[in-house]
């Protein structure tokens, strides 16, 4: 089962049990970070070294202050191989938008104090608190530049997954702490600019989420009130804690 922890990084206990399609919402806060932050199989010999790579890494995403593009999400389990897909903004400290497009119309924003999920087919919004200084407990944090990844991650060549683009370098995260919620992520990042094209977060539990991004731009405008969530008339409303 994946929780709220495969997006924003923290647990949240029975967050499945109460809406349908949570595991969904979840990885997109594990996506948001890594891309407002900066932070297989692929010989050390496409880079001086890994360490090169992680600087520059850090070194692109660190003047980051929105970043807009399209995604395409597969989650894996046993018995489960689900893609979707949809266009996302973020925006620093903590502001989110995924609109999920195919094969169901979702919608998750954070505007920096909570978060909303909705999904229109079950009349449903979930909600709960989710704040800047929340996301920088989470993989997210690093997509709001103020990570170390050193400091945070193990890293290595990534040998067991293969890149899915040519010109790229791939690098596995594991996180030093023992009580992270993921055991490790693997970024797939353009060699000659360091951009993210590719993220893969593997939970404790053995499954497997995601990303391919696409059509990618960064620093562009966007209002905070692309942000902001409305709850519709007529919706259920479960309301969630932290905890």
Request: glycine share 6%; proline share 4%.
């Amino acid at each position: 089962m994946q929780t709220t922890s495969a997006i924003i990084g923290f647990q949240v206990s029975g967050y499945r049990s109460q809406v349908k399609d949570v595991r969904r919402a979840t990885c997109f806060m594990y996506l948001a970070l890594l891309l407002l932050s900066g932070i297989g199989f692929v010989a050390p010999a496409q880079a001086e070294d890994v360490e090169t790579v992680v600087a520059g890494l850090q070194r692109r995403y660190a003047s980051v202050g929105t970043i807009t593009g399209n995604f395409q999400q597969t989650y894996r389990a046993p018995g489960m191989d689900q893609v979707e897909s949809g266009v996302f903004w973020l925006k620093r400290p903590g502001y989110m938008r995924w609109e999920y497009r195919r094969p169901e119309e979702k919608l998750f924003v954070a505007d920096g104090h909570e978060s909303f999920l909705y999904v229109p087919q079950d009349r449903q919004v979930t909600v709960q608190p989710l704040t800047a200084a929340d996301l920088h407990n989470t993989p997210l944090r690093f997509l709001l530049g103020d990570a170390d990844i050193d400091k945070s991650f193990a890293v290595s060549w990534e040998t067991d997954f293969r890149p899915q683009t040519g010109n790229t370098n791939m690098i596995r995260l594991t996180p030093r702490k023992r009580e992270s919620e993921y055991a490790f992520l693997v970024l797939e990042l353009d060699q000659t600019k360091c951009d993210i094209r590719r993220i893969i977060i593997r939970e404790l539990s053995g499954n497997t989420s995601e990303f391919l991004l696409t059509n990618v731009s960064a620093n562009v405008k966007i209002e905070n009130k692309e942000f902001q969530f409305k709850v519709p008339k007529g919706v259920e409303i479960v309301r969630l804690n932290n905890e």
